[in-house]
């Protein structure tokens, strides 16, 4: 008896006048996202396709397609090319079954970073250590319209000195330069900080007492003097001897509850001071 031939391959058996072909069941892509950020930038997509089994194919056909070609293209090898700012869907078939990958294109024509304090341009950044400070950070697209920041890169190049985070905010950590920056794609904007940690080094108090009514509330006037002498835009740690008598929230706001007096401590770093609160 002759043995049935084999063909060697091709995915498929040859049994008398019987032809089983395997058939693409399911596409894979990978990345599951396409992220593209200067014009002309490409990525390539890889595909898997499998079978009714699950086994990957040999060599599939495939055709690829582009949702919004003036924002990506796509080639038949795969590769994603950005054209343009937008959103756009490349789609993979094979046979009858297809799956798509989402692509989404960010240009920036231009970025600027800056201080939104003028006066920091000459002395810099100048605070208690771990204090934030919100840089401006803007930028155009490559068709004058604003960039989307939200998937720009931000960076320090001391982490030690200052730390920028997405929202371009920076919270300095010590004394020291660093440059900062924001970059979308080969856009990129650095600016220089200076950075000079400032230490509390006393709690000055307009009057060491306070009078309120019951029921009544009234600020505690105050300022926190720096070691440079100057006076530091940070709120102290407020607390009451006695919240029955006399609560005091994280502002400094007094409000009096019972007749009594009570003890509100303030308190920045190692500085401190005490004020009396009388409640009528």
Do not use: H
């Not at 950070?137 to 960039?147: F, I």
């Amino acid at each position: 008896m002759m043995a049935r031939p084999r063909a060697a391959g091709l995915g498929f058996l040859v049994t008398g006048s019987l032809l089983a072909c395997a058939q693409p069941a399911k596409v894979k892509i990978d990345p599951a996202k396409v992220q593209l950020f200067d014009s002309g930038a490409s990525k390539i997509v890889n595909v898997t396709v499998l079978d009714q089994k699950g086994r990957p194919m040999d060599k599939p056909k495939l055709k690829f397609s582009s949702s919004n070609p003036e924002v990506a293209e796509v080639d038949g090898a795969g590769k994603v090319m950005a054209n343009s700012t937008g959103d756009a869907q490349v789609t993979v078939t094979a046979g009858k079954v297809s799956a798509s990958v989402p692509v989404m294109v960010r240009i920036a024509a231009s970025l600027k970073l800056d201080f939104r304090d003028k006066s920091q341009l000459v002395s810099g950044v100048q605070g208690p250590a771990n204090s934030q400070v919100p840089l401006l950070v803007s930028g155009l697209d490559e068709m004058g319209k604003p960039a989307d920041l939200s998937v720009a890169t931000f960076a320090s190049s001391d982490p030690k000195v200052a730390v920028l985070d997405q929202q371009g905010v920076l919270t300095i950590l010590s004394n020291g330069t660093t440059d900062v920056s924001v970059s979308l794609g080969k856009t990129k904007a650095t600016l220089r900080v200076p950075v000079t940690i400032l230490v509390p080094m006393a709690i000055k108090l307009q009057s060491p007492s306070l009078t309120v009514k019951a029921g009544e509330s009234s600020p505690i006037p105050y300022e926190v003097i720096s070691d440079a002498g100057t006076t530091l835009s940070i709120v102290p740690l407020f607390t009451s001897s006695d919240p029955s008598v006399a609560k005091v929230d994280g502002n400094g706001l007094v409000t009096g509850l019972s007749r009594g007096s009570a003890t509100v401590s303030i308190r920045a770093g190692d500085a401190s001071n005490n004020v009396t609160v009388s409640v009528r």
